[in-house]
């Protein structure tokens, strides 16, 4: 792993304790930064350490000036919603200059015979377009959310170039002559009991097969025996099957997964029968469209952390959140050597992003999956930046790329 490139500048010992972190941020403290560096214009790589409650832990940050309209951000993707890939791969083939992996994802599998989808808990939006909604609450991956968490909460970058928390709910539906129903899911590897869900050529190649399992309540619980499943063209019912199929969607087509109710409602609709599948994520907090929109919980609202954040596990953590009335972005990675990096709690992720200069942030996919990675003007690829707890590069859903027109 490559620390050096640009210019460094220490910026200051400053207290390392996160018991103090809310006192040095009022006092304008931030962080204590051993090197900083330009990666392009309007992106900043700095490196840090702080004694969490387990010791001290190895940060890494990415400063990102959403108000320079040279420099974007963007969902960076494997190509197909289940699929993964490595975030030095990702940001890559996007040609990003710097990157953070994103949501937690389907990575393990508890139903028999069930391959796991890689893809993510929540929704996501990339170059302004929806590639999926979020799984049901009691069917996602990642640590427990505090108290009001779900997983249709994003951190989000509208066409007006302000970063922003949001939540955003699936409204669709599925017309037919028998009657309009709505849609319970889009692309997710997890449908609600009783529910339909539509799957499109972004979804991949991957089995739909584990959309009827687990439950509403539970994860874990059996797949539903009761499914169908039928592809929708130019408004037309052009095939049915019992069971949720694999293997590519053609573009233009839609394949509808019914369990339970949804199955039944679904068996009524015939070869040639008319039906119109329609499908967006609406959003809670703005009318301002997005461009990019990642899954994560909230741990910081308005300069406060949220209450009920666990303050007990400590451990390899990601994190994005933003500033300046979402002016300015802050990615965040942590080391993962175990042995010399133990880790930090939610909490102290909250108080790290605030210290950095966040008002606002959320909790991204952390363990083996948190990898950090810049791509300077003298370097041909992406570098990973942390040390990632596993021998190597997680793949991993999405990631949150960073773009610049203008290299330092």
């Known amino acids: 792993m490559r620390a050096g490139g640009a210019a460094v500048a220490a910026l200051g010992a400053l207290a390392g304790s996160l018991a103090g972190a809310s006192a040095a941020a009022a006092q304008g403290g931030g962080l204590p930064y051993s090197r900083v560096e330009q990666v392009a214009r309007g992106v900043t790589y700095g490196q ?4 969490g409650g387990k010791g001290a832990v190895t940060g890494y940050l990415l400063t990102v000036d959403l108000a320079d309209p040279r420099v974007r951000v963007d969902l960076l993707t494997p190509g197909a919603v289940a699929e993964r890939a490595p975030v030095s791969q990702l940001a890559d083939s996007a ?6 992996n994103g949501d937690f994802f389907n990575i393990t599998e508890e139903h028999a015979g069930v391959a796991p989808t890689g893809s993510s808990d929540g929704p996501e939006i990339s170059g302004g377009r929806a590639l999926k909604a979020a799984v049901p609450d ?25 970063a922003r928390l949001d939540r955003l709910t699936l409204a669709g539906s599925v017309r037919t002559a028998h009657g309009s129903y709505p849609l319970g899911g889009f692309n997710q590897y997890a449908l ?14 991957v ?7 687990g439950s509403d309540t539970s994860r874990a619980a059996a797949c539903s025996t009761d499914t169908y499943e039928v592809t929708v063209r130019h408004g037309r019912v052009t095939a049915a099957a019992d069971t949720p199929g694999q293997g590519a969607i053609a573009p233009g087509s839609t394949v509808l997964v019914g369990r339970d109710a949804g199955a039944d409602t679904l068996r009524a609709l015939r070869v040639g029968d008319r039906a119109d599948v329609a499908e967006h994520l ?21 300069g406060d952390p949220l209450p009920g954040l666990d303050t007990k596990t400590a451990a390899v ?25 133990p880790g930090l709690t939610v909490a102290e992720v909250a108080d790290v992003m605030r210290r950095a200069g966040a008002d606002d942030a959320v909790n991204l996919d952390g363990g083996g999956s948190t990898t950090l990675v ?14 990632p707890s596993g021998v190597a590069e997680r793949p991993v859903a999405n990631a949150v790329g960073v773009f610049s027109t203008a290299r330092s």
């Open 48 to 51: 840090f350490s702080v004694d």
């Open 95 to 100: 040609r990003a200059v710097a990157a953070v």
């Open 138 to 162: 009691a069917q996602r991956f990642g640590p427990a959310m505090p108290p009001g968490g779900t997983t249709r909460d994003v951190l989000g970058v509208g066409v007006d170039r302000r």
């Open 192 to 205: 609600p009991e009783g529910g339909i869900g539509a799957y499109t050529a972004g979804w991949g190649t």
């Open 207 to 213: 089995s739909r097969e584990r959309a009827v399992c």
């Open 282 to 302: 609406a959003p809670a907090a703005s009318h301002v469209p997005y461009t990019f929109a990642v899954g994560g919980f909230t741990v910081l609202r308005d």
């Open 317 to 341: 953590r990601t994190a994005a959140g933003f500033g300046a009335g979402g002016r300015t972005l802050y990615l965040l990675a942590l080391d993962g050597t175990a042995a010399a990096d």
């Open 374 to 387: 810049t791509r300077g003007p003298g370097d041909p690829a992406a570098i990973v930046r942390n040390n």
